[in-house]
């Protein structure tokens, strides 16, 4: 039965951090979005993100972003430097046409730094695209 379910891979969605100024924190914050970049509305947004190293792991935690229009972004949370060190995973669930998407995002360790970053699609910034 399981093997009759149809996943199909999420297109043409991202997860994105890019640094912004937190005027709470008075500093510069990387900030995690996740953008539709699809030509239609995407429904029942839910993002789960969890990190990861060696000897320590963060809490997961589970975003419900509602219903994102086509070609907009939301931020889903930020991340602390302490953080920037392992591997961040963000697992997206949505539907459309339709159907269930599911997609699986991942910031390697140390990868998100400045030196790192490039023309992010839809916020027009610069930022690093999780792989």
Do not use: C
């Not at 935690?61 to 060190?85: C, D, W, Y």
């Not at 599911?102 to 916020?123: D, G, M, W």
Request: proline share 3%; net charge negative.
């Amino acid at each position: 039965m399981r093997k009759d379910i149809e996943i199909p891979k999420a297109k043409n969605v991202h997860i994105v951090a890019v640094k912004e100024w937190d005027k709470d924190f008075t500093g510069q914050q990387w900030n995690v979005y996740v953008i539709n970049n699809r030509e239609d509305a995407i429904d029942t947004v839910l993002v789960m993100s969890r990190g990861a190293s060696e000897d320590r792991k963060t809490a997961t935690l589970r975003h419900n972003m509602g219903t994102l229009q086509p070609k907009t972004a939301s931020k889903v949370e930020f991340i602390t430097t302490e953080v920037l060190g392992f591997t961040n995973e963000y697992l997206l669930t949505f539907f459309a046409e339709n159907k269930l998407f599911e997609r699986k995002f991942t910031f390697a360790p140390h990868s998100i730094f400045e030196e790192n970053a490039e023309e992010i699609p839809v916020l027009e910034v610069e930022g690093i695209l999780a792989r």
